[in-house]
């Protein structure tokens, strides 16, 4: 006996607890999610999506930097970034914010009906899913990747299970995934390694089901060599198979920027995560059989991408949660719970179920569910209210970006000459600024080494940074004051203008 006897408890209760557990769990999430909407990234993307609005066709070519001017850009977010920037003109970041939490409730949801056991079991399991992924629910379009992911790992899972045709649904749903992120290689991912997990199974199988999974390894392939190839029904056309190979290619990425490098276990915020994995690696020692390879491939490959990135995280969570839930129940088991329960309260226990209270009723038992999902989301309103309210989200933006410094550029601007600005300040100074091209902001796919790198030269002052800077014709450098670039220009010819805590402006002396 594993867990407490419920098999007196009716079916009919035992559903209304199931939904009431799963309303109580999305709205947790929610609640998690619906965050006051900040990025440095979110900012381009907004104006990129405003842009392709106002022009009523995608943004292909680079028209807000000086650095890439007229280049093709592979803008794998283009539907995306028109969705969020319609989000925004809803109801500006109370509706960005609402979002982030659809979208990561959409998620658990999808990760819920992926696992087995009980409601308590799924609702535990989903919330630490969602604690891990945490860290990465913010206001880009990589949001729908993670959606999208969790979606097709459900999708998958319930043709392996109960056949049919349904796994014919990736081809819409990659064409779709690749208009809206360039992340649906995720998805490509995940097919092969199932389909690897899947096939080394039927393998290792010598029932007579080893040719069905097999021939379902086969189909997996195929599905994703199928998913590829419909990426690229794209206004980028064939480009979108190259984008993952030139973002990866990108050497600096790993070098100063966070989501791209391995996770700092020293931040707390990544610490979900370390517990998800220690969790995963105790129980698997305790399994006394081996894990099944459908589970244990990809939920591994998806661990070693958080290791080696830190955006990877709640991509991992997804695919390996159904994993950790499997070998957890294959764990328990093996446990009689109930020796650990004192027998005075088993005995209230299966009064209770055994019985009705006094006074209680089916009618009463639906008031009371719907009561507890109706002041949770009384909560999760308030709270959309709260972090999304002007003053706050104002506080958070001046205390992390240029506001002043920008305001004080628009007040003076050059009239000749060109600015040089921070790399996470590329996309707010485009959003804000749109009059001054930018030096360099995240699309990194769009800059690479070659950019990224200069730009990094420069920041630090290293060798060759005055050179760089005479090429590019510049004139103004918007940057942080603890820059070590900061420290030197005052001796080489340039004077500070503004500073404030966040920013400094720095102007060349007149020859």
């Known amino acids: 006996m594993s867990q ?31 965050r006051t909407p900040l990025d440095t990234d979110m900012w381009w993307h907004l104006r990129s999506g405003q842009v392709m609005v106002e022009s009523g066709k995608p943004l292909l070519t ?9 280049a093709d850009w592979t803008n794998h977010s283009w539907l995306g970034e028109v969705l969020l920037y319609g989000i925004f003109q809803l109801a500006g970041w109370v509706s960005v914010s609402a979002w982030m939490g659809i979208c990561a409730v959409l998620a658990a949801w999808f990760i819920w009906m992926q696992i087995r056991g009980g409601a308590f079991l799924k609702a535990g399991f989903v919330l630490l899913a ?82 069905a999974r097999l021939n379902q390894a086969k189909i997996l392939v195929v599905s994703a060599i199928g998913g590829y190839a419909v990426a690229a029904i ?3 056309g064939y480009k979108m198979w190259l984008i993952p190979f030139e973002t990866v290619g990108v050497g600096v990425l790993r070098q100063f920027i966070q989501e791209w490098a391995s996770p700092d276990f020293h931040s707390p915020e990544v610490w979900p995560f370390a517990f998800f994995v220690v969790l995963l690696l ?54 009689n719970f109930s020796a650990f329960v004192p027998e005075k309260i088993q005995g ?53 970006l240029p506001v002043e410094a920008v305001a004080y550029l628009k007040s003076t601007p050059s009239k000749e000459g060109r600015l040089f600005n921070t790399y996470n300040w590329g996309g707010y100074l485009i959003y804000n600024y749109p009059e001054q091209k930018v030096f360099v902001d995240g699309r ?7 950019i990224l790198g200069e730009w990094l030269t420069v920041i630090q002052a290293g060798d060759g940074w005055q ?45």
């Open 348 to 400: 209230y226990l299966a009064k209770y179920r055994s019985a009705k209270a006094p006074g209680a009723s089916n009618h009463l038992t639906h008031v009371l569910n719907l009561g507890i999902a109706a002041f949770l989301g009384l909560v999760c309103f308030f709270k959309l209210g709260g972090v999304t309210h002007p003053v706050l989200v104002d506080a958070f933006i001046q205390k992390s």
């Open 282 to 335: 105790v129980i698997q020692s305790l399994h006394a059989k081996r894990a099944s390879f459908q589970n244990l491939i990809p939920g591994s490959f998806f661990i070693l991408l958080a290791l080696f990135a830190r955006r990877n995280i709640a991509a991992a969570a997804m695919v390996a949660t159904p994993w950790l839930v499997s070998s957890w129940l294959d764990v328990m088991s093996n446990i």
């Open 467 to 511: 050179a760089s800077l005479e090429k590019w014709g510049v004139t103004r450098i918007l940057i942080e004051p603890d820059r070590p670039l900061a420290k030197v220009l005052p001796y080489n010819g340039w004077i500070e203008t503004y500073r404030d805590s966040v920013a400094v402006v720095y102007e060349k002396a007149a020859d």
């Open 444 to 450: 990194t796919d769009l800059f690479r080494d070659e």
């Open 62 to 70: 680079d028209v807000f930097s000086y650095t890439r001017v007229g």
């Open 130 to 211: 969602s604690v891990v992924s945490a860290p990465l629910w913010t206001p880009r379009p990589q949001l729908f990747s993670l959606v999208f992911l969790a979606a097709l790992a459900w999708l998958v899972k319930g043709w392996l299970e109960k056949g049919g045709r349904r796994i014919w649904l990736i081809l819409p749903l990659f064409v779709l995934w690749s208009n809206l992120h360039g992340g649906f290689v995720l998805g490509i991912l995940y097919l092969i390694t199932l389909a690897l997990g899947v096939f080394l199974d039927g393998l290792f199988d010598e029932s007579a089901i080893r040719p």
């Open 4 to 34: 407490l006897d419920t098999s007196s408890i009716p079916e009919k209760e035992m559903a209304g607890l199931t939904n009431l557990l799963l309303v109580v769990t999305l709205l947790l999430v929610f609640l998690m999610a619906s």
């Open 234 to 236: 794209n206004p980028n």
